[in-house]
């Protein structure tokens, strides 16, 4: 098993930055990305950005591509998200999540374990 906990969010107001944090325990070796996924209040849940957990490879959501930067630590099994240029639209419970091999990396259903999400809002 793998548990995940979220920290870092808060209220900001639109332009503005945050960075969430993730922090990994347990059988982390048997994890082969980690990502972030986010719901909007009456919308379902939706991709954002992932990493592999060996390696550097990230992919992103359209709506946050040059906004948002994913990295992790694997000294702290930390993962981050950084973002900038924060709009009223990105306002959600922002949840981590990591997978084992195989399968896509942007479909929730292929995560094994998640946190239990953080708030994100971005005031105009």
């Known amino acids: 098993q793998v548990q995940l906990v979220e920290s870092g969010g808060g209220l900001v107001q639109a332009g503005g930055s945050l960075r969430l944090s993730c922090a990994a325990s347990?059988?982390?070796?048997?994890?082969?990305?980690v990502g972030w996924f986010r719901q909007a209040p009456g919308k379902e849940r939706e991709f954002v950005a992932a990493?592999?957990?060996?390696?550097?490879?990230?992919v992103y959501a359209d709506s946050v591509k040059g906004r948002f930067t994913i990295s992790r630590d694997n000294a702290k099994n930390t993962l981050y998200l950084q973002m900038n240029s924060l709009k009223p639209e990105d306002t959600a419970v922002y949840y981590c999540?990591?997978?084992?091999?195989?399968?896509?990396?942007?479909?929730?259903?292929?995560?094994?374990?998640w946190g239990q999400g953080t708030q994100v809002t971005v005031s105009s």
């Open positions: 347990g059988r982390t070796f048997t994890i082969s990305a």
């Open positions: 990493i592999s957990w060996i390696g550097s490879s990230s």
């Open positions: 999540a990591a997978k084992k091999p195989g399968g896509s990396t942007y479909r929730q259903s292929e995560y094994d374990y």
